[in-house]
Every structure is written in C-alpha cells, then in structure tokens.
C-alpha cells in the first residue's frame, strides 16, 4: 500500500463516518459540526487528486460561509433544536438509498454479482477505472481555469450568469429573511392565521400563533433592557 | 498525488456520500437537517467531477469549471434556503418539512 491509499482510505473513513453523523445525530448543532468536518474531508480528496485550488475554495466556501449559515440558521431556530431523529418513513429512505448505492458500486467498481445466472455489474466503460492517472499533473491549471472563465469563447457567458446568480440569491436572501415590520406585519400575520385555518381544520392548534408584532415588541423590550443594563 | 489510487475508489466513496445525503434528505424530520444532506449530494457531485477531470482529460478545464459552478450554485442554495427556514420559523414556530405544506394542493 502506497502512503496516498492509506490517506485515501483515512480521509473516506472521516467523511463516511461524519456524514453518517450528520444524518442521524438528535442535536442538530452537532450535526452542523459534523458537516464540518466532512468538507474538511472532501478538501482533502481536493488535495490528493492535485486540485489544490478547490481545496483552498472547498475550506473557504464550505467550511467559512456555508457552514457558519447553517450554525446561525440552528441557533436561530433553537427550540426544537433536538429533533427526532427521522420521520415516519425513515426505514423505506433508507432502503432506497441502500439499493441506489448497491447499484451504483456495481456500475463503477471492478467486482459483480450473478443472480439467476445473470452477471450485473462491472461495466465495460470506454476509459480505464481502474487504472491509475496515467497523464501528469496539470502544472498551472489554476491560470488556465481563471483565463478560460473569462474568456467569452469559453466559459466567460456561463460566469457572468454565475456571478448574476450570487447577487440575485443574495438579494433574494435578504428580502425573504427580512423583519416584518407595521402594516406589512399585521397583513402577514393575518394571512398566516387565514391560511392555519383552511389548513388545519382537522389539527387541534397547538399553540397560539405567535403574531410578528408581538414578537418585535418582545425583542425591542429586551433590547432596552440590555441598554439600562448597560447604563 | 494520485499513485496506486484507481480511480472507481473516489466513485464508490462518492457514490456512498451521495446515498448518504439522500437519505438525509429523505428521512430527516427538520428543514435544517434535510438541507445539510443536500450540500452532502453536492459535494459527493464535486468530488466526481473532479476525480473525473484528474483521471481523464486533466488538459482540459470543463471538469473543473463545473466544479467551480457547482460552488456557486451551492452557496446560493444555502443563503436563500436558509433565509426561507428562518422566514417560515418566524410565521410557523415550526421547521418540520411535513408541517410546512400551506402550498400544498
């Protein structure tokens, strides 16, 4: 065994078992440091197939944005941070992911099965799986992938529409998490209740829906407290 | 860095991550959960592209810039599903997917 399958086998070790964690772990907020270290983990599948850029992007991406989004958006939801554990049909999802994975090792991998005299798996597929890269590494591919993403006869149209859908989801982002406030409150409110009605007609209630106004007033109250305290 | 590492290896681990998240997306019983499995897919999507631009046309860069698509994409899925969980926790108290069905027909 080469060093690099020891480190292969190592790294696919971490990000099976955390990504296992983070579909099955009651605490939510564990969930989400799980998910760390699995993309600590494909950052390192990035670095072992010589595509240290996306390393560098995966950790920056990844691990610096989009995991500190989902660590606010659990906070932010914190009562019913300890969820169940699955819903009513996690047996069936299971099994559906079982069977899918079952079929796709059969589809990649070297190795096969015979049922009734039948062979599945291992594909004939017109470029060597099982070889090693034969081709050296690409020296300075980060300069190409920058030259050909703005280059317009290559990827420069794709990129812009990219850089489009950033600013859009941004926006979209804000606008959609923004705090109601006045008039805009109260339509909300009344819509939500309307619509609890029509649909959950045959639900007891379980609680009183909470109205946004009362909400702000909560929070501004506690934010005047915090400034008495402070003075 | 890729001696003795065949590449159906990086696959089936990807393969693996992939049937991880959808069942993550499948059976999880929060809107936050089923949106981590869906970055989960994501990435077992990147490793693929990038083990395949590694493995077979390393000259040529659309493996790689699928990749740096699937980034963007990626990102842009997390900040508008997360503003939408946070949005409809404020008007429901509730991220239970099987909740959430006022769209529902």
């Known amino acids: ?231 | 860095m890729i001696n003795g590492i065949p590449l159906y290896w990086y696959l089936i681990v990807s393969a693996a991550l992939f049937c991880i998240g959808l069942y993550g997306v499948m059976a999880r019983k929060n809107v936050i959960a089923v949106i981590m499995g869906v970055e989960l897919m994501l990435n077992a999507v990147n490793i693929n592209l990038i083990a395949f631009w590694r493995y077979i046309t390393p000259t040529s860069i659309s493996g790689i810039t699928f990749a740096a698509f699937i980034f963007v994409v990626a990102a842009a899925e997390a900040a508008v599903g997360l503003a939408l969980i946070i949005s409809i926790y404020r008007n429901t108290r509730s991220v239970d997917p099987e909740k959430i069905d006022s769209m529902k027909l």
């Open chain 1, 1 to 231: 065994m080469t060093l690099q399958q020891i480190l292969f086998i190592v790294i696919s070790l971490v990000v099976l078992g955390s990504a296992v964690l983070v579909v099955t772990t009651r605490n939510l907020f564990h969930a989400a440091l799980f998910l760390v270290v699995s993309f600590f983990g494909v950052a390192g599948f990035y670095v072992l197939l010589d595509a240290g850029f996306f390393a560098a992007a995966q950790v920056l991406v990844y691990i610096g944005a989009i995991s500190i989004l989902f660590i606010f958006a659990v906070m932010l939801t914190r009562d019913v941070i300890t969820a169940q554990r699955g819903n009513s049909q996690w047996q069936a999802a299971a099994i559906v992911a079982g069977v899918i994975f079952l079929i796709m090792a059969l589809l990649l991998g070297p190795f096969s099965v015979t049922i009734r005299g039948r062979e599945f798996g291992n594909a004939n597929w017109p470029f060597a799986m099982d070889g090693n890269a034969i081709k050296a590494a690409p020296g300075n591919f980060v300069g190409i992938l920058g030259t050909g993403l703005v280059d317009l006869n290559q990827y420069g149209v794709p990129f812009l529409l990219a850089a489009v859908l950033l600013l859009v989801a941004m926006v979209g982002a804000i606008w959609v998490a923004r705090e109601l406030r006045g008039r805009e409150a109260e339509r909300a409110a009344a819509e939500t209740a309307v619509d609890d009605a029509d649909m959950d007609a045959n639900q007891p209630v379980q609680e009183p829906l909470p109205l946004i106004e009362t909400e702000t007033h909560e929070a501004h109250d506690s934010r005047n407290a915090a400034a008495t305290e402070k003075h």
